[in-house]
């Protein structure tokens, strides 16, 4: 079962730009979609992207789409969130998650990190 660990979260001006990171351990990575999830608080837990084992596919929710990229270093057993354009509604503990298909809900995906908080000031 792999492990996931995200980092980089933490406090960002509105405009600005964050990378997250999450590193996986104990699966062979590149058998898993990754995904990033976000949760506000009192909101459900949503789909930010995700991306296919190679890298070469990915998947953008609307809110996000043109100001986040996901991509995936599969030497580093690493997946990245790459956040510019940042706004005060991005505000949320940011996810990663592993499948070894694509899904757009949370209930689709196996594993989980720990969660990062991302607070974007207005």
């Known amino acids: 079962q792999v492990q996931l660990v995200e980092s980089g979260g933490g406090l960002v001006q509105a405009g600005g730009s964050l990378r997250l990171s999450c590193v996986a351990s104990?699966?062979?990575?590149?058998?898993?979609?990754m995904g990033w999830f976000r949760q506000a608080p009192g909101k459900d837990r949503d789909l930010v992207g995700q991306?296919?084992?190679?890298?070469?596919?990915?998947y953008y929710s609307d809110s996000v789409k043109g100001r986040f990229t996901i991509s995936r270093d599969n030497t580093k057993n690493t997946v990245y969130l790459h956040m510019n354009s940042l706004k005060f509604e991005d505000t949320a503990v940011y996810y990663c998650?592993?499948?070894?298909?694509?899904?757009?809900?949370?209930?689709?995906?196996?594993?989980w990190g720990q969660g990062t908080q991302v607070t974007v000031s207005s």
């Open positions: 998650a592993a499948n070894t298909h694509p899904g757009l809900f949370q209930r689709e995906y196996d594993t």
């Open positions: 104990g699966g062979t990575f590149t058998r898993y979609v």
């Open positions: 991306i296919n084992g190679s890298g070469a596919l990915t």
